[in-house]
């Protein structure tokens, strides 16, 4: 396997390497609370499952369906981006249906990147927002997560210093992992600098809909006037509406990048499983009470996790928007690096975390916690990592120096 190009283009997969950890404590008999993987625990609105299985198991609805998703399907998106931000979007050629928004990103990397076209990209990041254009033959450079005017100096020195041209500049906000979110000012910035550096943007929105201030909602880059100029957006309906699995998301914006990943994808795929489509489909067309009580669980979990980590001795940032903390290590074990803290947290306080190297190597030096377990689950893991906290010193004496008390 280490022979294949692209397979040698890609690091060792991190959160494999807790992943085994964790599989093996739980074959051991240990109860491993994972706030680990953003999965969401929560079920899809009944409204939508009511749809699949109305749909489902008809010789229509059975056949390949359509790539770039059914007509209604496509509809129902504009008709969001209308009501949500006020975004008018030609449903036949600005939006295009995919198999999550993590292919969508995938896809459109497959779409537009030649061999050694270096594309700009957070650190740190969701990975695929780097790995897609990796496998598709591309270069990484890396630009700040923060949307802050910082970041228009460091991108300017990125683009300057990179050869070729960079071709594309990723963002991501609200941001998996750091939660940050961007202003209306700072996307219009964004835009500026892109036609200026004839950069193509692309967006991953996926969390669009999980915030917990209510006056400030997540604006769309294409709010801004001429970014569908340069611009395409990634939603998904994976945490807006709990349905990860179904794979469903969207790409939204550009006519001519949506070309481009439509004719990709109708090599590649036949779209996803029509009653899956229809069942998207009453999801945005449907009332949206079911997205305000999955905002509503979030904060609940959210403020259950700052208030019990905090006496247990881990002060997490309470996060505005998206379903992670992005957490600082505490300092006595910082110098382990995320991996192996991830580890002892697994082995000593059966807690599983994301080690944030697995989302760049900026990101070593925190752990990214998921908010999908329940309000006692989580009271739990703060327990154990106290209790962890607490003995470190006497059992990892020999792996990590602690100060001795005088």
């Not at 369906?65 to 008709?79: E, F, H, V």
């Not at 692309?202 to 917990?212: G, I, K, N, Q, T």
């Not at 699995?245 to 779209?271: M, P």
Request: aromatic share 10%; glycine share 6%; charged share 20%.
């Amino acid at each position: 396997m280490s022979d294949f190009y692209r397979i040698k283009r890609l690091p060792p997969y991190v959160f494999e390497q807790v992943n085994r950890i964790k599989a093996a404590a739980r074959a051991n008999g240990a109860d491993i609370i994972d706030l680990g993987m953003g999965n969401p625990d929560l079920q899809a609105p009944q409204h939508v499952i009511d749809k699949l299985v109305e749909t489902v198991g008809k010789p229509r609805t059975d056949r390949y369906s359509a790539s770039k998703g059914i007509s209604g399907l496509r509809r129902a998106q504009a008709g969001y981006y209308e009501r949500r931000f006020g975004v008018k979007l030609n449903p036949d050629t600005q939006v295009v249906a995919t198999l999550g928004s993590k292919e969508g990103f995938a896809n459109m990397a497959q779409a537009i990147t030649e061999p050694g076209d270096v594309v700009l990209v957070p650190n740190p990041s969701y990975p695929i927002h780097a790995f897609g254009f990796l496998m598709a033959g591309g270069v990484i450079r890396s630009v700040p997560a923060e949307p802050t005017p910082d970041f228009f100096p460091a991108a300017e020195r990125a683009v300057a210093h990179s050869i070729p041209k960079p071709v594309a500049l990723v963002v991501c906000y609200p941001s998996n992992p750091t939660a940050y979110v961007a202003s209306l000012d700072f996307y219009r910035d964004l835009v500026a600098f892109a036609k200026k550096h004839e950069l193509i943007l692309l967006s991953d929105l996926a969390y669009a809909e999980v915030y917990f201030d209510e006056a400030n909602p997540p604006p769309s880059i294409l709010q801004i006037p001429g970014a569908i100029d340069v611009a395409v957006e990634f939603t998904s309906m994976s945490k807006t509406f709990s349905m990860a699995g179904w794979r469903i998301g969207f790409a939204v914006g550009n006519e001519r990048l949506l070309a481009a990943l439509a004719r990709v994808k109708s090599y590649l795929d036949y779209g996803a499983f029509t009653p899956v489509q229809v069942a998207a489909t009453a999801a945005l067309n449907g009332p949206d009470d079911c997205i305000r009580e999955m905002r509503a669980t979030y904060k609940r979990r959210r403020d259950v996790m700052v208030d019990a980590f905090d006496k247990a001795g881990w002060a997490i940032p309470a996060p505005s928007a998206s379903m992670f903390a992005w957490v600082k290590i505490p300092e006595q074990f910082r110098s382990l690096g995320s991996l192996e803290f991830s580890k002892l947290l697994v082995e000593k306080a059966d807690v599983a975390v994301a080690p944030g190297i697995g989302l760049g190597e900026h990101g070593d030096e925190y752990v990214r916690i998921a908010l999908v377990e329940n309000e006692q689950r989580i009271r739990q893991a703060a327990r154990n990592v106290r209790k962890f906290f607490d003995t470190a010193d006497q059992t990892l004496h020999n792996v990590v120096p602690f100060p001795r008390a005088e």
